[in-house]
C-alpha cells in the first residue's frame, strides 16, 4: 500500500482512536473475563476474518441464481457453499442461511407457516422459553395468539400431558419446542407425535443448542420437525446470525417468507462467515468439543453442589446449569453484578415459579461453551466454582456490594487462571 493510499485510507487505530481503544479494551475484557453467559461464545479467528470481509459491500437481494443484483460471480457459490454446509451438517433437506439473526429466523417461519392471527403455541419465557415463542411483548405474541405451556412445579421439567392437553384444547397452527434456559434434553419425537395428533406444524428453535446437535450429543430435532431455526453464534460457535432448516415441502414457503417477505439485502459478509463456522463443526474435533461442552457443565454443577448452590432440576444433559440463589440470601441480579466486577460474567435469571421479578430474579444463568473454547476440561471446573462461590459469598455478606480490594484481587486470581487458555479469535 502506498502513502498516499494509506493517508487516504488509514487503519481504525489511525482513523478512529476512540473506536480503536474501546475494541481493544473489549478484546482484553473477554480475555481477562470467566465467560459463563450461555447465549456467547469465542467465534475462531477464520470466522472473524470472514465477518470482517469484503462481502460488507455487496447487495445480492434473492437467492443464488436468481438475484436482483448484478455482480453475484462469488457471492453465489459461497452462499451455495454456506446451504451445502448446513445441510450436511444437520442432515436437512432445505437450507435457508440468509436470516439476520435467531429472532428474524422465527418470524420467518411463522410468516411461512401460520395465517396472520393463528394460534401459535411454545414454551413459556418464565419457564425458559424464548420471547419470539409467542411472549405477549413480541411480535410473535402480538401478531399471533399465543398459548403457553410450561414446566412441571414439582421437578421442572417440561410436562407432556400438559403439552398435549393443551394442544388438543387450542389446536394450534404451530408448536415451538426449544429454550434458552432450560437444562434438560428435549424430546422431539414425543413433541412430534402430540403435533400430528392435533396437525401442528412441529417447529424446534435450537438456539442455543445448535452446536450440541451438530456434534451429536443432543438429540437431532431434524427428523421430527416442519423445520428448525437456530442462531450460529452460540454453542454452534460462528457469526452472529440465523440459519432455518426445513423439509423440502416448505423450502419454497421458508424461502418467501425470509425474502422477500421479511428481510431485504442478505448479509453476505456473515454468510461467508457461517460457511466457515458450518466447516469447522463438520471436522471431528467439533464432536469431541460438543461432548466436552456437556461433560464441564455437568462437573461444574457438580463442583456447585458441594458448595451448597442449588441447581434447577438438579443438575444439566446440556450445556447450561440453572442455579437457584434463595438459600443464598441473594438475588441473581445483584450476584451477576457482583461477580462481574470480580471478573466473572453471567446473568441474572428466572427460575420457574420465580417469586421475584423478572428484571430482579432469584437465579442465575451459566453456560460452558466459551471456556470449553479456551481448551478448559473437567479438572478446571472446580476453580470456576470456587472463584463463582467466593464472590458470591462476599457479595451476599456485603448487602450485595463486594469491596474495591476485594473485586480487584479476585480480577487478578481470574486473569492469572486464565492466562493458561488462550482465548481463540482475539
Ligand atoms: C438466542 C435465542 C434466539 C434469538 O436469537 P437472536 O440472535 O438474539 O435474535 C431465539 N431463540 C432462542 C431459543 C434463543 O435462545
Known amino acids: 500500500m502506498s502513502d498516499a493510499q494509506r493517508e487516504r485510507d488509514p487503519s481504525l487505530a489511525v482513523s478512529d482512536p476512540a473506536v480503536h481503544e474501546l475494541l481493544l479494551a473489549e478484546d482484553r475484557r473477554q480475555r481477562d473475563s470467566i465467560r459463563l453467559i450461555a447465549s456467547e461464545n469465542y467465534a475462531s479467528k477464520a470466522v472473524l476474518e470472514a465477518s470482517a470481509s469484503s462481502l460488507t459491500n455487496k447487495y445480492a437481494e434473492g437467492y443464488p441464481g436468481r438475484r436482483y443484483y448484478e455482480g453475484m460471480d462469488f457471492v453465489d457459490p459461497l452462499e451455495r457453499l454456506a446451504i451445502d454446509r448446513a445441510k450436511q451438517l444437520f442432515g436437512a433437506e432445505h437450507a435457508?442461511?440468509?436470516?439476520?439473526?435467531?429472532?428474524?429466523?422465527?418470524?420467518?417461519?411463522?410468516?411461512?407457516?401460520?395465517?396472520?392471527?393463528?394460534?401459535?403455541?411454545?414454551?413459556?419465557?418464565?419457564?425458559?422459553?424464548?420471547?419470539?415463542?409467542?411472549?405477549?411483548?413480541?411480535?410473535?405474541?402480538i401478531y399471533y395468539k399465543s398459548v403457553q405451556?410450561?414446566?412441571?412445579?414439582?421437578?421442572?421439567?417440561?410436562?407432556?400431558?400438559?403439552?398435549?392437553?393443551?394442544?388438543?384444547?387450542?389446536?394450534?397452527?404451530?408448536?415451538?419446542?426449544?429454550?434458552?434456559?432450560?437444562?434438560?434434553?428435549?424430546?422431539?419425537?414425543?413433541?412430534?407425535?402430540?403435533?400430528?395428533?392435533?396437525?401442528?406444524?412441529?417447529?424446534?428453535d435450537i438456539a442455543h443448542i445448535s452446536g450440541l446437535v451438530a456434534g451429536g450429543v443432543h438429540p437431532s430435532p431434524v427428523p421430527h420437525c416442519a423445520a428448525v431455526t437456530t442462531t450460529t453464534h452460540k454453542t454452534l460457535r460462528g457469526p452472529r446470525?440465523?440459519?432455518?432448516?426445513?423439509?423440502?415441502?416448505?423450502?419454497?414457503?421458508?424461502?418467501?417468507?425470509?425474502?422477500?417477505?421479511?428481510?431485504?439485502?442478505?448479509?453476505?459478509?456473515?454468510t461467508a462467515a457461517k460457511a466457515v463456522a458450518f466447516n469447522e463443526a463438520l471436522q471431528p474435533e467439533f464432536k469431541t468439543y460438543a461432548a466436552q461442552v456437556v461433560t464441564n457443565a455437568k462437573a461444574l454443577g457438580e463442583a456447585l453442589l458441594?458448595?451448597?448452590?442449588?441447581?434447577?432440576?438438579?443438575?444439566?444433559?446440556?450445556?447450561?446449569?440453572?442455579?437457584?440463589?434463595t438459600n443464598r440470601g441473594i438475588s441473581g441480579r445483584v450476584a451477576a453484578q457482583a461477580l462481574n466486577a470480580c471478573g466473572i460474567e453471567l446473568n441474572g435469571n428466572s427460575i420457574p415459579f420465580d417469586k421475584r421479578k423478572p428484571f430482579d430474579p432469584s437465579g442465575i444463568r451459566i453456560g460452558l461453551a466459551s471456556l470449553t473454547s479456551?481448551?478448559?476440561?473437567?479438572?478446571?471446573?472446580?476453580?470456576?466454582?470456587?472463584?463463582?462461590?467466593?464472590?458470591?459469598?462476599?457479595?451476599?455478606?456485603?448487602?450485595?456490594?463486594?469491596?474495591?480490594?476485594?473485586?480487584?484481587?479476585?480480577?487478578?486470581?481470574?486473569?492469572?487462571?486464565?492466562?493458561?487458555?488462550?482465548?481463540?479469535?482475539?
Not at 392471527?117 to 415463542?133: E, F, N
Not at 429454550?179 to 400430528?196: G, I, Q, T
Not at 478448559?376 to 463463582?388: P, S
Open 241 to 270: 446470525g440465523g440459519l432455518i432448516l426445513s423439509r423440502k415441502e416448505f423450502a419454497k414457503k421458508i424461502d418467501k417468507a425470509v425474502f422477500p417477505g421479511l428481510q431485504g439485502g442478505p448479509h453476505n459478509h456473515t
Open 306 to 325: 458441594s458448595r451448597g448452590f442449588e441447581l434447577i432440576t438438579g443438575g444439566t444433559d446440556n450445556h447450561l446449569l440453572l442455579v437457584d440463589l
Open 149 to 204: 405451556y410450561g414446566v412441571r412445579e414439582s421437578d421442572h421439567r417440561i410436562d407432556m400431558d400438559q403439552v398435549r392437553e393443551m394442544a388438543r384444547e387450542h389446536q394450534p397452527k404451530l408448536i415451538w419446542v426449544g429454550h434458552s434456559a432450560y437444562p434438560r434434553e428435549l424430546d422431539f419425537a414425543a413433541f412430534a407425535e402430540v403435533a400430528a395428533e392435533v396437525g401442528a406444524h412441529l417447529v424446534a
Open 96 to 141: 435457508n442461511v440468509q436470516p439476520y439473526s435467531g429472532s428474524p429466523a422465527n418470524l420467518a417461519v411463522l410468516l411461512a407457516l401460520v395465517p396472520p392471527g393463528g394460534t401459535i403455541m411454545g414454551l413459556s419465557l418464565p419457564a425458559g422459553g424464548h420471547l419470539t415463542h409467542g411472549w405477549k411483548v413480541s411480535a410473535t405474541g
Open 374 to 426: 479456551r481448551g478448559m476440561g473437567v479438572e478446571h471446573m472446580d476453580a470456576v466454582a470456587g472463584f463463582i462461590d467466593a464472590g458470591v459469598r462476599e457479595a451476599a455478606a456485603h448487602e450485595g456490594a463486594v469491596s474495591d480490594e476485594f473485586a480487584q484481587r479476585s480480577r487478578a486470581s481470574v486473569a492469572e487462571f486464565l492466562a493458561a487458555f488462550p482465548a481463540p479469535g482475539l
